[in-house]
T-cell receptor, first 112, second 116 residues
Framework: KQEVTQIPAALSVPEGENLVLNCSFTDSAIYNLQWFRQDPGKGLTSLLLIQSSQREQTSGRLNASLDKSSGRSTLYIAASQPGDSATYLCAVWYFGNEKLTFGTGTRLTIIP | ETGVTQTPRHLVMGMTNKKSLKCEQHLGHNAMYWYKQSAKKPLELMFVYSLEERVENNSVPSRFSPECPNSSHLFLHLHTLQPEDSALYLC???????????????FGPGTRLTVL
């Protein structure tokens, strides 16, 4: 079964620290993987999209990596800020599907 | 208005009511989506429309009825819902729908639905 798993479900980190969020997927046959951010009670905002042929993507303080052979992706956030507090969702577009498969997310809290 | 908008933002309805959720995208996209987000569950894709034609229906109960009158507007008509249908309903749009296209989905803020 094609699934996406994000562990831990929640994470608290002091402000200023670097941190890593994890995402694992069950099948290496993917088109792309995306990271989204969701603020409480709101919609999703796309952060980074990594194509199957790519190893990483960067945007500002964010860096996402992709390792298809191990079925893993990480989202690295440098110099965390209270405004980074949100739920981070990972989604994978598997071959043969016409849709994204989402993980349940990691709720991140940055402690001032 | 820019991006993807949804109305209403909050809705409380009884099990015998009929209501509709509205989504509008101002991005010139060709595909629109309805998702359901329940607590502690992954987002569930409900319906996909491409150029106003439905291309995906993930075995959604008939008490949910989508309508896409044009490429900018998407509705979700609700009738005789159950309490377990209470969730955040998210609308999204993208330029294309085809697999593998490097296409990001843009999400609206959602409608928080409570069924009593």
């Amino acid at each position: 079964k094609q699934e996406v798993t994000q562990i831990p479900a929640a994470l608290s980190v002091p402000e200023g620290e670097n941190l890593v969020l994890n995402c694992s997927f069950t099948d290496s046959a993917i088109y792309n993987l995306q990271w989204f951010r969701q603020d409480p009670g709101k919609g999703l905002t796309s952060l980074l999209l990594i194509q199957s042929s790519q190893r990483e993507q960067t945007s500002g303080r964010l860096n996402a990596s992709l390792d298809k052979s191990s079925g893993r992706s990480t989202l690295y956030i440098a110099a965390s800020q209270p405004g980074d507090s949100a739920t981070y969702l990972c989604a994978v577009w598997y071959f043969g599907n016409e849709k994204l498969t989402f993980g349940t997310g990691t709720r991140l809290t940055i402690i001032p | 208005e820019t991006g993807v908008t949804q109305t209403p933002r909050h809705l409380v309805m009884g099990m015998t009511n009929k209501k509709s959720l509205k989504c509008e995208q101002h991005l010139g996209h060709n595909a629109m989506y309805w998702y359901k987000q329940s607590a502690k569950k992954p987002l569930e894709l409900m319906f996909v429309y491409s150029l106003e034609e439905r291309v995906e229906n993930n075995s959604v109960p008939s008490r949910f009825s989508p309508e896409c009158p044009n490429s900018s507007h998407l509705f979700l008509h609700l009738h005789t819902l159950q309490p377990e249908d209470s969730a955040l309903y998210l609308c999204a749009s993208s330029q294309h729908i085809a697999s593998g296209v490097t296409d990001t989905q843009y999400f609206g803020p959602g409608t928080r639905l409570t069924v009593l």
